[in-house]
């Protein structure tokens, strides 16, 4: 291990990983308000049920942001130790394995709740006998597992900006995301009168447009990048 990374490398890990603290907290945050805008629109627009039926989907998103956390926070601190090392090549071998694995497990996983809604909807509480509410917690429950990878995806790939140094590209998707949101709530709610699905999918549509402020960074060139030309899982 080379002098460099013995006296540098540490610091420079430490460094990252606080500043990958505060970028999580507030991805956190931000998931937090895009759900807490369809409850505010849900309170106004809908009925009692609907509003119930959000209330039992708070641990479905509350999950969502832990499995976030766990991959992005996990592959920072791996991708650090080895860029800090100068090993650019394994740093994004590290890198593309978390992609590829977050995405199959989130695709997966988004695929079962998506066929199994009602059931899932039992489990968080959701009463069949009454009116609607299991119909209505499953409803959104789909809205949001659609977009469950892009969730994913956006929470994963925010501290990893940090490191690439392009930190206002955070700010932006933040925004874009929220005022998606927010626009898309309005949009279901006062024109086309639609149900939980529809808002759901709003959040799903704000995650996407989220994300593609996020891979913009990519097309100039960057340090971090999936390495899919062998088996990365060598």
Known sequence: MSEEYRTGGDPLIHQ???????????????????????GIIIAHFFDKYAVAAYGLTSPYTNMIKMVGGFFATGTQVVYSQYAARGDSKKANEIFSVSTVIMVILSVAFAAIIFIFAEPFALILGASKD??????????????????????????????????????KRIAYSINVMLVVNLAGDLVVALLFHGGLFGLALATTVSFLCSLIVLLLHFRKGSSIHLNLKKNIFE
């Open 16 to 38: 990252l990983f606080k500043q990958t603290l505060i970028v999580m907290i507030i991805a956190e945050l931000s998931t937090s308000i895009a759900t807490m805008l369809d």
């Open 130 to 167: 009454a009116v609607h509410l299991q119909h209505h917690t499953a409803e959104y429950i789909r809205g949001l597992v659609i977009g469950l990878p892009l969730n994913l995806l956006v929470m994963f790939l925010m501290p990893l900006m940090n490191i690439d140094g392009d930190k």
